[in-house]
């Protein structure tokens, strides 16, 4: 069964950058049907799709975040990553890696467990 | 970017009650491209409804969603125990975005 494992520092400095990476397991990355994405979440409050992308290396972003936001895949190693340039405290959040279809099944249907990533000097 | 309403944003409710949550949209969805999410503390979502009334697979069927256009339901027909969470619409027709959240609380 399809496995994600967010994996990266849990505290980052201001004004620097958050790095995560998710890696795929019980599946290939590499398949025609899916996109691979991070949803955040702020203590407290609700869900913020971040970013996507496919196997192939085509990429979306949320418009809000796009200018700091990278997102990158290794099909090699089954991981796709995540880069969050900038950051400062509302960055602070559960970080969530993805999967999601497209068109008709653009929902998300597996989720990994969540990373906290805290920024703070 | 669709902008997704959520209500009412508590809901207190005994088990075995009925549950209907409101998701409103800003703008028309696509295609009924509406998905709901239920979570629990700690832990990630979990899919329950996908294209506005697709049960997700193992979803037990007192779980059901409808609507379309820019106004959708989630009724919970008797609340369980473990139904009791905050629940997520999310919209993937146009981009992609969540709503605020309902919170389903034991009364």
């Known amino acids: 069964q399809l496995q994600l494992q967010e994996s990266g520092p849990g505290l980052v400095k201001p004004s620097e950058t958050l790095s995560l990476t998710c890696t795929v397991s019980?599946?290939?990355?590499?398949?025609?049907?899916?996109?691979w994405g991070w949803i955040r979440q702020p203590p407290g409050k609700g869900l913020e799709w971040i970013a996507s992308?496919?196997?192939?290396?085509?990429?979306s972003y949320n418009p809000s975040l796009k200018s700091r936001v990278t997102i990158s895949v290794d099909t090699s190693k089954n991981q796709f990553s995540l880069k969050l340039s900038s950051v400062t405290a509302s960055d602070t959040a559960v970080y969530y890696c993805a999967r999601h279809g497209y068109y008709d099944s653009g929902y998300v249907d597996v989720w990994g467990k969540g990373t906290t990533v805290t920024v703070s000097s | 970017e669709i902008v997704l309403t959520q209500s009412p944003g508590i809901l207190s409710l005994s088990p075995g009650e009925r549950a209907t949550l409101s998701c409103r949209a800003s703008?028309?969805?696509?295609?009924?491209?509406l998905a709901w999410y239920q979570q629990k503390p700690g832990q990630a979502p979990r899919l329950l409804i996908y294209g506005a009334s697709s049960r997700a697979t193992g979803i037990p069927d007192r779980f059901s969603g409808s609507g379309s256009g820019t106004d959708f339901t989630l009724t919970i027909s008797r609340l369980e125990p473990e139904d009791f969470a905050v629940y997520y619409c999310q919209q993937y027709g146009s981009s992609r975005t969540f709503g605020q959240g309902t919170k389903v609380e034991i009364k």
């Open positions: 019980g599946g290939s990355i590499s398949t025609s049907s899916y996109y």
């Open positions: 992308i496919y196997f192939s290396g085509s990429t």
């Open positions: 703008q028309s969805v696509s295609s009924s491209y």
